[in-house]
């Protein structure tokens, strides 16, 4: 099934805590992460049906409007991409990788739910601004060609956002470099 996920990112920690505790009291949405991230800012995300998800996060933005650094609400994201928000995604190290960088969390989010509508790839990892800076980051697995497609959709995403940063295809990543991803 299909459900949203809506990001809210404040640039007060106290708040954000105090923010969390506020949207998941105001809608039935399950909390995915609520943690401080860089620099200096606070990420809540949440899922649960489009209309819970919107009336949560539109309940944090009017309460908490001058601590607002950015939100977003996305529906019908791809299962793969709550489960690898979970970190519960099974890893697989096989294939090609491919790496798309973007500069904030809702925008990394929106990019890997592209790049696995586009194409048949696996989400290998999916990171959300925590000690990279406030930037995130999806590496997708899967045959070269579907990897170079669902790269290039995600990055596309994020360059017409305004929010891309940098992506990589390795074709045959060596065993090292698997061990250390």
């Not at 106290?14 to 039935?28: F, V, Y």
């Not at 609520?34 to 200096?40: N, V």
């Not at 908490?64 to 697989?92: C, H, N, W």
């Not at 190290?93 to 925008?107: D, N, P, Q």
Request: glycine content about 10%; proline content about 3%.
């Amino acid at each position: 099934m299909y459900q949203a996920i809506g990001v809210i990112e404040l640039k007060s920690i106290a708040k954000g805590i105090e923010a969390t505790d506020a949207a998941l009291k105001s809608a039935g949405v399950e909390l995915i992460s609520a943690r401080p991230a860089c620099p200096g800012k606070y990420e809540i995300i949440l899922t649960g049906t489009i209309s819970n998800v919107t009336s949560a996060v539109e309940h944090v933005k009017g309460r908490y409007d001058e601590k607002l650094v950015d939100s977003s609400i996305m529906g019908r994201i791809d299962p793969q991409v709550i489960t690898a928000l979970f970190g519960t995604a099974p890893a697989e190290k096989k294939g090609s990788l491919g790496i798309i960088e973007t500069y904030s969390a809702a925008s990394i989010i929106k990019a890997a739910d592209v790049a696995v509508k586009t194409a048949k790839v696996n989400i290998f990892e999916l990171r959300t601004s925590r000690g990279m800076g406030g930037k995130g980051v999806c590496l997708v697995t899967g045959e070269v060609g579907d990897v170079t497609a669902a790269v290039e959709a995600g990055c596309q995403h994020a360059k017409d956002a305004g929010v891309y940063y940098g992506s990589s295809v390795i074709a045959a990543p060596h065993a090292d470099l698997w061990d250390q991803i």
